[in-house]
């Protein structure tokens, strides 16, 4: 099995994914909130890339659906809820679809149409992103989602998390990127050390929001892998 | 003084480069090859992108002129040298025109017409380099060649180096790709040692290069600063 590393949305080429399992990262917060409403029960997620599409997708699909997102990392007026993994609870989510658009998440996801399979990936969920590959038994190219288009330090080293947990299991070949993802995570296996070097640390840390990047740092405590299938997370 | 990087020559976009400094880079070893000529007293370098294209440019431009470059590492058919650097010695290279075509390099140099300046950097001259961008005093964008089209190690960690040689002068904001190679440098100073783990490397070892990898891992050793003016390097 051989591991690649995409390193943003922009960069994503249909030949690098093609027929591949794409693991798609956005740590901070997407891919995040992604793992964290489907664990609780949300019954699926629909990633639109605009604001507009958002709103007429509830309106044609699902009015009780639940419209979540950001734009520059605030909450959309008229949406239910921002981009903040910890305010999807089991209360609000279970059992309802939660309809979301973010700048840079949901672009990577709809980007990598055409790999054979698609899952969702964060250091939440890393352990069972890992078992999955495995089952799934193809190569894979790890999609960072990247900051507006730009090679992000939090989405790497959650890849080399991710990467770490698969060469637990067995042998794999990496590519160059791959492999330094790898070795800035064995240098930081907190995570937390190394995400403090991004521009995206910044700016959620201007916008207030340490509780978020507490928790989108806390590894491997979710067992659920959301697959993307048919414009659906299930 | 902001300092972005990008992966390999196939992921350059214009936007990334216009007007700013670009540093392109193939320590393995393309830019290795010119800085070298270059301060052995080579006349200019005419960096061109296909085998047709340098054999026309000798017989229209100057017959005298050395062919060199490479296919897949390998000694093109009809060319006077290869990409090994130690073969640019003063007693062949002094005074003459080098027309030189690679993989990767000559493509990324191309690749970056619209940047204000382009100059030529590996790990020979990385001091000399710095200091020219110093002089120059504007946005820099590191232009990895990569290896086909891919993230390379060895080019990463070069361009690491670099930062690191400008860092020790004046205070510059790094974009997370850009301190990214930063890190991996300070972690491995000697060079060798990561680039060990590039993919590139074992091509390099396979056809029995390894003194050219010893003698492109030689930091600072060479003070010129090749420069790319109107399709000539000088």
Redesign the interface.
Known sequence: MKID?I?SAE?IKKAKVYKKTAVVIDMLRATSVITTAIANGCEKVIPVLTIEEALKTRKEYDKKAILGGERKGLKIEGFDFSNSPIEYSKEVIGGKTLIMTTTNGTRAIRGSEGAKDIIIGSVLNAEAVANRIIELNNDVAIVNAG?YG????DD?ICSGYIISCVKNKMKVEL???A??AY??YK?NEDIESFVK????YERIMELGLEEDFKYCCRKSTLKVVPQFINGEIL
Request: charged share 30%; proline share 0%; no cysteine.
């Open positions: 590393l390193i960069d900051t730009e090679f992000s330090i790497f590519t160059d990127a492999k330094t070795y800035v240098k070097y991004a521009k995206h």
